[in-house]
């Protein structure tokens, strides 16, 4: 993968290369990882963890932002990916 969809901020996409590092937040619910969403830049995640602590319970609930750094896979493991070499 050489482009990446990206959300522009203002409710629409780009494409564009992907960047070194995603910020990604979850939410966890009773103890259960109810959702995850990834953010090109740290002010989104943390902008949207702010809004998920809004509604969630400070005794059974949590949120976090994670870095996650993006690496490209290595040309063999692509190759191995493609539909052509699919085993059924």
Same mark, same amino acid.
């Given at each position: ?18 960047? $070194? ?6 939410? %966890?619910?009773?103890?259960? !990882?109810?959702? +995850?969403? =990834? ?22 609930? $949590? ?6 750094? %993006?690496?490209?896979?290595? !040309?063999?493991? +692509?190759? =191995? ?8």
């Amino acid at each position: 993968m050489t482009e990446l969809l990206l959300c522009d901020g203002e409710g629409g996409t780009t494409v564009g290369e992907p960047p $070194e590092v995603l910020w990604v937040v979850v939410r %966890v619910e009773s103890g259960i !990882p109810v959702m +995850a969403e =990834a953010y090109a830049d740290e002010m989104s995640a943390i902008l949207r963890e702010e809004h998920w602590r809004r509604s969630m319970s400070a005794d059974n609930d $949590e949120t976090g932002v994670f870095a996650a750094e %993006v690496r490209r896979a290595p !040309p063999s493991f +692509a190759a =191995a990916q493609s539909p052509a070499h699919q085993v059924e």
